[in-house]
């Protein structure tokens, strides 16, 4: 890999957008803004398992459903990311589902799976991820 490579990774954002880290989902890690739609939290919730960042999962995790810690499978490296489908989750809603499917490598083997995540807003109107199903 060349070098110009290597740095034009490390600026991509993990989410597939396309975008640069520092102008997609790393203002959202860095608590600078919020995500403004459902499928902006997903993005950037995708990006944080990427990038390890466990603070800005829980954060953005309802309390219903949040779980103690997330464990990261160093065996795990996550490839792609593609939105399906999403429901709601706009600006102006209060409750959105956004289906997806990610892609990630196992020492070999690359594995798939799609997932029906339902998000919600807090009282502050900040979207957080609340479940979601396998399909
Ligand atoms: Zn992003």
Request: one cysteine or more; a positive charge.
């Amino acid at each position: 890999m060349t070098e110009q490579t290597t740095r034009k990774t490390e600026q991509t954002c993990p989410c597939g957008s396309g975008k640069p880290y520092s102008l997609c989902c790393q203002p959202l890690h860095q608590g600078v803004e919020f995500a403004q739609t459902a499928e902006q939290l997903m993005r950037s919730r995708y990006s944080a398992f990427v990038l390890q960042l466990q603070g800005y999962l829980l954060q953005t995790w309802a309390p219903e459903t949040r779980p103690q810690d997330v464990a990261f499978d160093p065996a795990m490296s996550w490839q792609k990311l593609t939105i399906l489908e999403k429901k709601k989750g706009r600006v102006r809603d209060q409750k959105g589902w956004v289906t997806f499917c990610a892609e990630y490598q196992a020492g070999l083997q690359r594995f798939k799976f799609v997932e029906k995540s339902r998000f919600r807003k807090d009282a502050q109107g900040r979207w957080l991820y609340v479940d979601g199903e396998f399909i």
